[in-house]
């Protein structure tokens, strides 16, 4: 059945009519139904609290676009932040928020976070995806943050309270060379942090987490091509410089970024078991997490995958399927605070960690959110942290600051951030750069290479 027959037009008087079904609808039917809107609020709520409007605030203090959706409700002052950044396609997610969520949403109680989220999700009929997913991320963190307020608790406390003081983090270290890569991780070994991660540049254009570099191989079909082989031999001198400068305490972490196949894989992983690294991340693209299994029974070095999950499904199958060690999604790609802490519990069902995707292009309403999973759920491993500029600061009053490399929840009701939209208004967003970088990932034959 088509899902348009299934419309609010399809619920009119005529087609609830008798006689227009298989069997008799005069037995449970009057002879003339009267209208019925399925948006409405479908059962009794304990209070009058409705949602009135749901929006979108666009910044990017940072020069990253990050998008937060505002769910306000009929009572002065009570309203909800929740982050939907999907930094490259910010625009398309405006869009699905304002076209397509809102109307939803506003009229209902906004303590049904579970049916809301689920009503936004289903109702597109063709479910997932990045943009649909954190348009509902918004909504759905937003939804949280409304209930803490009401509660006058954190959102960690109805998530079950803390089982953690705080949260442990890492931080990125990158360099154009070996040498500055391992200068600048002892900067942050030196300020505190107990995990760092270690990404050094390549020659090309397509180096990833680290300052590009000219190719200097002029007579390749692609001079500026990114080489695998030198990665390879590359990725294992970092780790010895950075374990002979840090000692044995520090753990080590590495992001492939999806780039090598299942055998290259298992021999980085290898080559660099000596190190004791925390966690390789991303060695292969999502097209072929199926050989994921495989990959970690050979693997000496534990994997962390799931950035570039679309679905809390897919995530699960991570999980499930055996083919990960610390599970590190980006919570707004995969819908919000709501499935991400059933992934949670299914991690610590199944004796795998979390570590969840916090670098800039996380708002810090997404991040608070990072944090109260972190602080409530056994199954924590580490949190990727990023260091917020002053402008952030700024426009998200309540960002969260890490001492030492340890991230606390805040203490105020919901998520304990605010947002100054006409901070927020300084700093309009531009385009993302990541379609122009992506352009140019290709190695030296000029075929295009996972970004």
Same mark, same amino acid.
């Given at each position: ?293 495989? $990959?970690?029974? %050979?693997?000496? +070095?534990? /994997?962390? #995958?799931?950035?570039? *999950?679309?679905? &809390? ?51 810090? $309403?997404?991040? %608070?959110?990072? +944090?109260? /999973?972190? #602080?409530?759920?056994? *199954?924590?491993? &580490? ?54 970088? %992506? ?13």
């Amino acid at each position: 059945m088509s899902p348009d027959a299934l419309s609010p037009d399809a619920l009119s008087p005529e087609t609830l009519s008798p006689g227009t079904g298989g069997t008799d609808p005069t037995e449970t039917l009057p002879e003339r139904a009267e209208p019925f809107d399925t948006l409405a609020q479908p059962w009794p709520a304990r209070d009058d609290v409705r949602i009135t409007r749901v929006r979108t605030v666009v910044t990017a203090p940072e020069g990253i676009p990050l998008v937060v959706v505002v769910v306000d409700t009929d009572v002065d002052g009570l309203s909800g932040l929740g982050c939907a950044t999907f930094t490259q396609r910010w625009h398309a997610v405006v869009a699905f928020v304002e076209q397509h969520l809102a109307r939803l949403v506003v009229g209902r109680y906004p303590g049904d976070i579970e049916d809301l989220v689920r009503l936004a999700r289903l109702s597109g009929y063709w479910r997932d995806g990045p943009v649909g997913n954190n348009a509902i991320s918004g909504l759905d963190m937003a939804l949280w943050d409304i209930a803490g307020k009401r509660a006058g608790a954190p959102v960690h406390e109805l998530l079950g309270g803390r089982v953690r003081w705080a949260a442990d983090t890492y931080l990125h270290a990158a360099g154009p060379s070996v040498g500055a890569t391992v200068d600048a991780a002892a900067e942050i070994v030196d300020r505190g942090w107990r995990h760092v991660r270690l990404q050094t540049s390549q020659h090309g254009l397509g180096t990833y987490g680290s300052p590009q570099i000219p190719g200097v191989s002029a007579g390749d079909p692609y001079p500026h091509g990114v080489s695998t082989s030198e990665y390879l031999t590359t990725v294992p001198r970092l780790f010895a410089a950075a374990r002979d400068r840090l000692g044995p305490e520090v753990e080590l972490c590495h992001d492939v970024h999806s780039r090598l196949t299942p055998s290259q894989a298992v021999g980085l992983a290898r080559s660099v078991e000596a190190y004791r690294p925390y966690f390789l991340e991303d060695v292969l693209p999502p097209e072929h997490w199926d050989r994921l299994p495989e $990959v970690r029974r %050979a693997s000496p +070095v534990p /994997l962390a #995958v799931g950035e570039l *999950a679309t679905s &809390v499904t897919d995530a699960a199958r991570l999980v499930t399927g055996g083919g990960v060690d610390l599970l590190r999604c980006h919570l707004s790609a995969i819908g919000g605070l709501t499935p991400a802490r059933k992934l949670a519990a299914l991690c610590e069902l199944s004796g795998v960690r979390t570590a969840w995707h916090a670098p800039g292009d996380t708002s810090p $309403v997404g991040a %608070a959110a990072n +944090v109260a /999973l972190d #602080v409530s759920s056994p *199954a924590f491993g &580490v949190q990727e942290g990023h260091e917020y500029a002053d402008a952030v600061h700024e426009v998200f009053p309540g960002t969260l600051v890490a001492e030492r490399g340890w991230l606390t929840p805040n203490d105020a009701p919901g998520f304990g951030i605010e947002l100054d939209e006409r901070a927020a208004a300084r700093y309009p967003a531009d385009l993302s750069p990541h379609d122009a970088w %992506a352009a140019g990932a290709r190695g030296r034959d000029g075929g295009l290479v996972f970004p």
